[in-house]
């Protein structure tokens, strides 16, 4: 079981308060459930096929958090009827490479939304420096055993991340666009949630209904919280273009992409999972730009 593999779909940068990498190959993940903070320990054990998780935290948070370890890890994803064309080798060759990592689902919502709107219409350095800041002041330190040595923290609930200052936000680097969209989620947090028991096109649709919340937030949320092997991330310029290189030579826009991964309808992200976890990059040319504070950029909503 790809333990690392399926974590890093959580995780934020290098310095990603919420999760962390133990050098015996397992991962902390420090999360919130309904019923309060956990912090969760996943220790893989190769030869057995198995991985050991124990948690920390209140009862009914540790229960939770424990029952949902399975989907976490992507017991729930089925790949049935995926199948890399041969005309695909790079496909072909990051499935066989990779065939015990499956699509996770968190259940987690809020906790998906809030680093992929910060995300939006930013560089992924400054969004990684607002959900680290924002994190560490306003979340609050993950129990367990070592937690607090190696600096991790749960991310705030709905009413923590309403209560952040506007100047707060400001100071994380969240302009008023993005921190509204944010606030406005909050108000409807316990609908949000309940999206994961939907089919995938009515929880897209309800995510949509989030002011400012588009077409790629919610499939940044879907590919972690409702674990939906088809939430492609369009309208990400970058993803449509290293896909569509990597299964066909060419650099391609949306449009040109989406008609290169039709064939695998149903299983559009777990192409673009599979590809960026094989280091599916198409090369660059010319020195790479310094970004200055205030250049504008392409939306993403």
């Known amino acids: 079981m790809a333990v690392g593999a399926t974590v890093s779909t959580f995780v934020r940068g290098r310095f990603d308060p919420c999760h962390r990498a133990l050098p015996d190959g397992s991962w902390l993940r420090a999360t919130r459930a309904p019923a309060g903070p956990v912090l969760l320990h996943l220790v893989p054990r190769p030869a057995g096929g198995e991985v ?19 989907e976490l890890l992507g017991a729930r994803d089925d790949d049935t009827g995926f199948a890399p064309a041969p005309e695909h080798p790079r496909l072909v060759a990051a499935y066989r490479a990779r065939a015990g990592w499956r699509v996770p689902r968190s259940r987690a919502v809020l906790e998906a939304l809030v680093p992929a709107v910060l995300e939006q219409r930013v560089t992924g350095q400054e969004s990684r420096r607002a959900w680290r800041l924002l994190v560490t002041a306003y979340g609050e330190p993950a129990p367990g055993p070592g937690a607090a040595e190696l600096g991790l923290f749960v991310p705030p609930d709905a009413a923590g991340w309403a209560a952040i200052p506007s100047w707060e936000w400001l100071r994380a680097g969240v ?37 400012g919340l588009g077409v790629w937030t919610a ?12 939430a492609f991330s369009w309208s990400d310029f970058h993803v449509a273009a290293n896909v569509s290189w990597a299964l066909t030579g060419h650099v391609l826009d949306d449009v040109g992409c989406s008609a290169v991964i039709e064939r695998y309808r149903g299983h559009r992200y777990r192409v673009q999972r599979l590809l960026e976890l094989d280091g599916a990059v198409r090369p660059r040319r010319g020195p790479r730009m310094r970004l200055p504070t205030h250049l504008p950029r392409v939306p993403r909503g």
């Open 175 to 211: 302009e008023e666009a993005r921190s509204r969209v944010l606030l406005a989620a909050c108000r409807v947090a316990g609908a949000l949630e309940r999206t994961v028991d939907l089919e995938p096109a009515e929880a897209a649709r309800l995510l949509r209904t989030v002011p």
């Open 52 to 70: 050991l998780a124990r948690a920390w935290g209140a009862a009914a948070a540790v229960e939770w958090v424990l029952d949902g370890v399975p």
């Open 219 to 230: 499939a940044e949320i879907r590919q972690r919280a409702h674990g939906d092997a088809d």
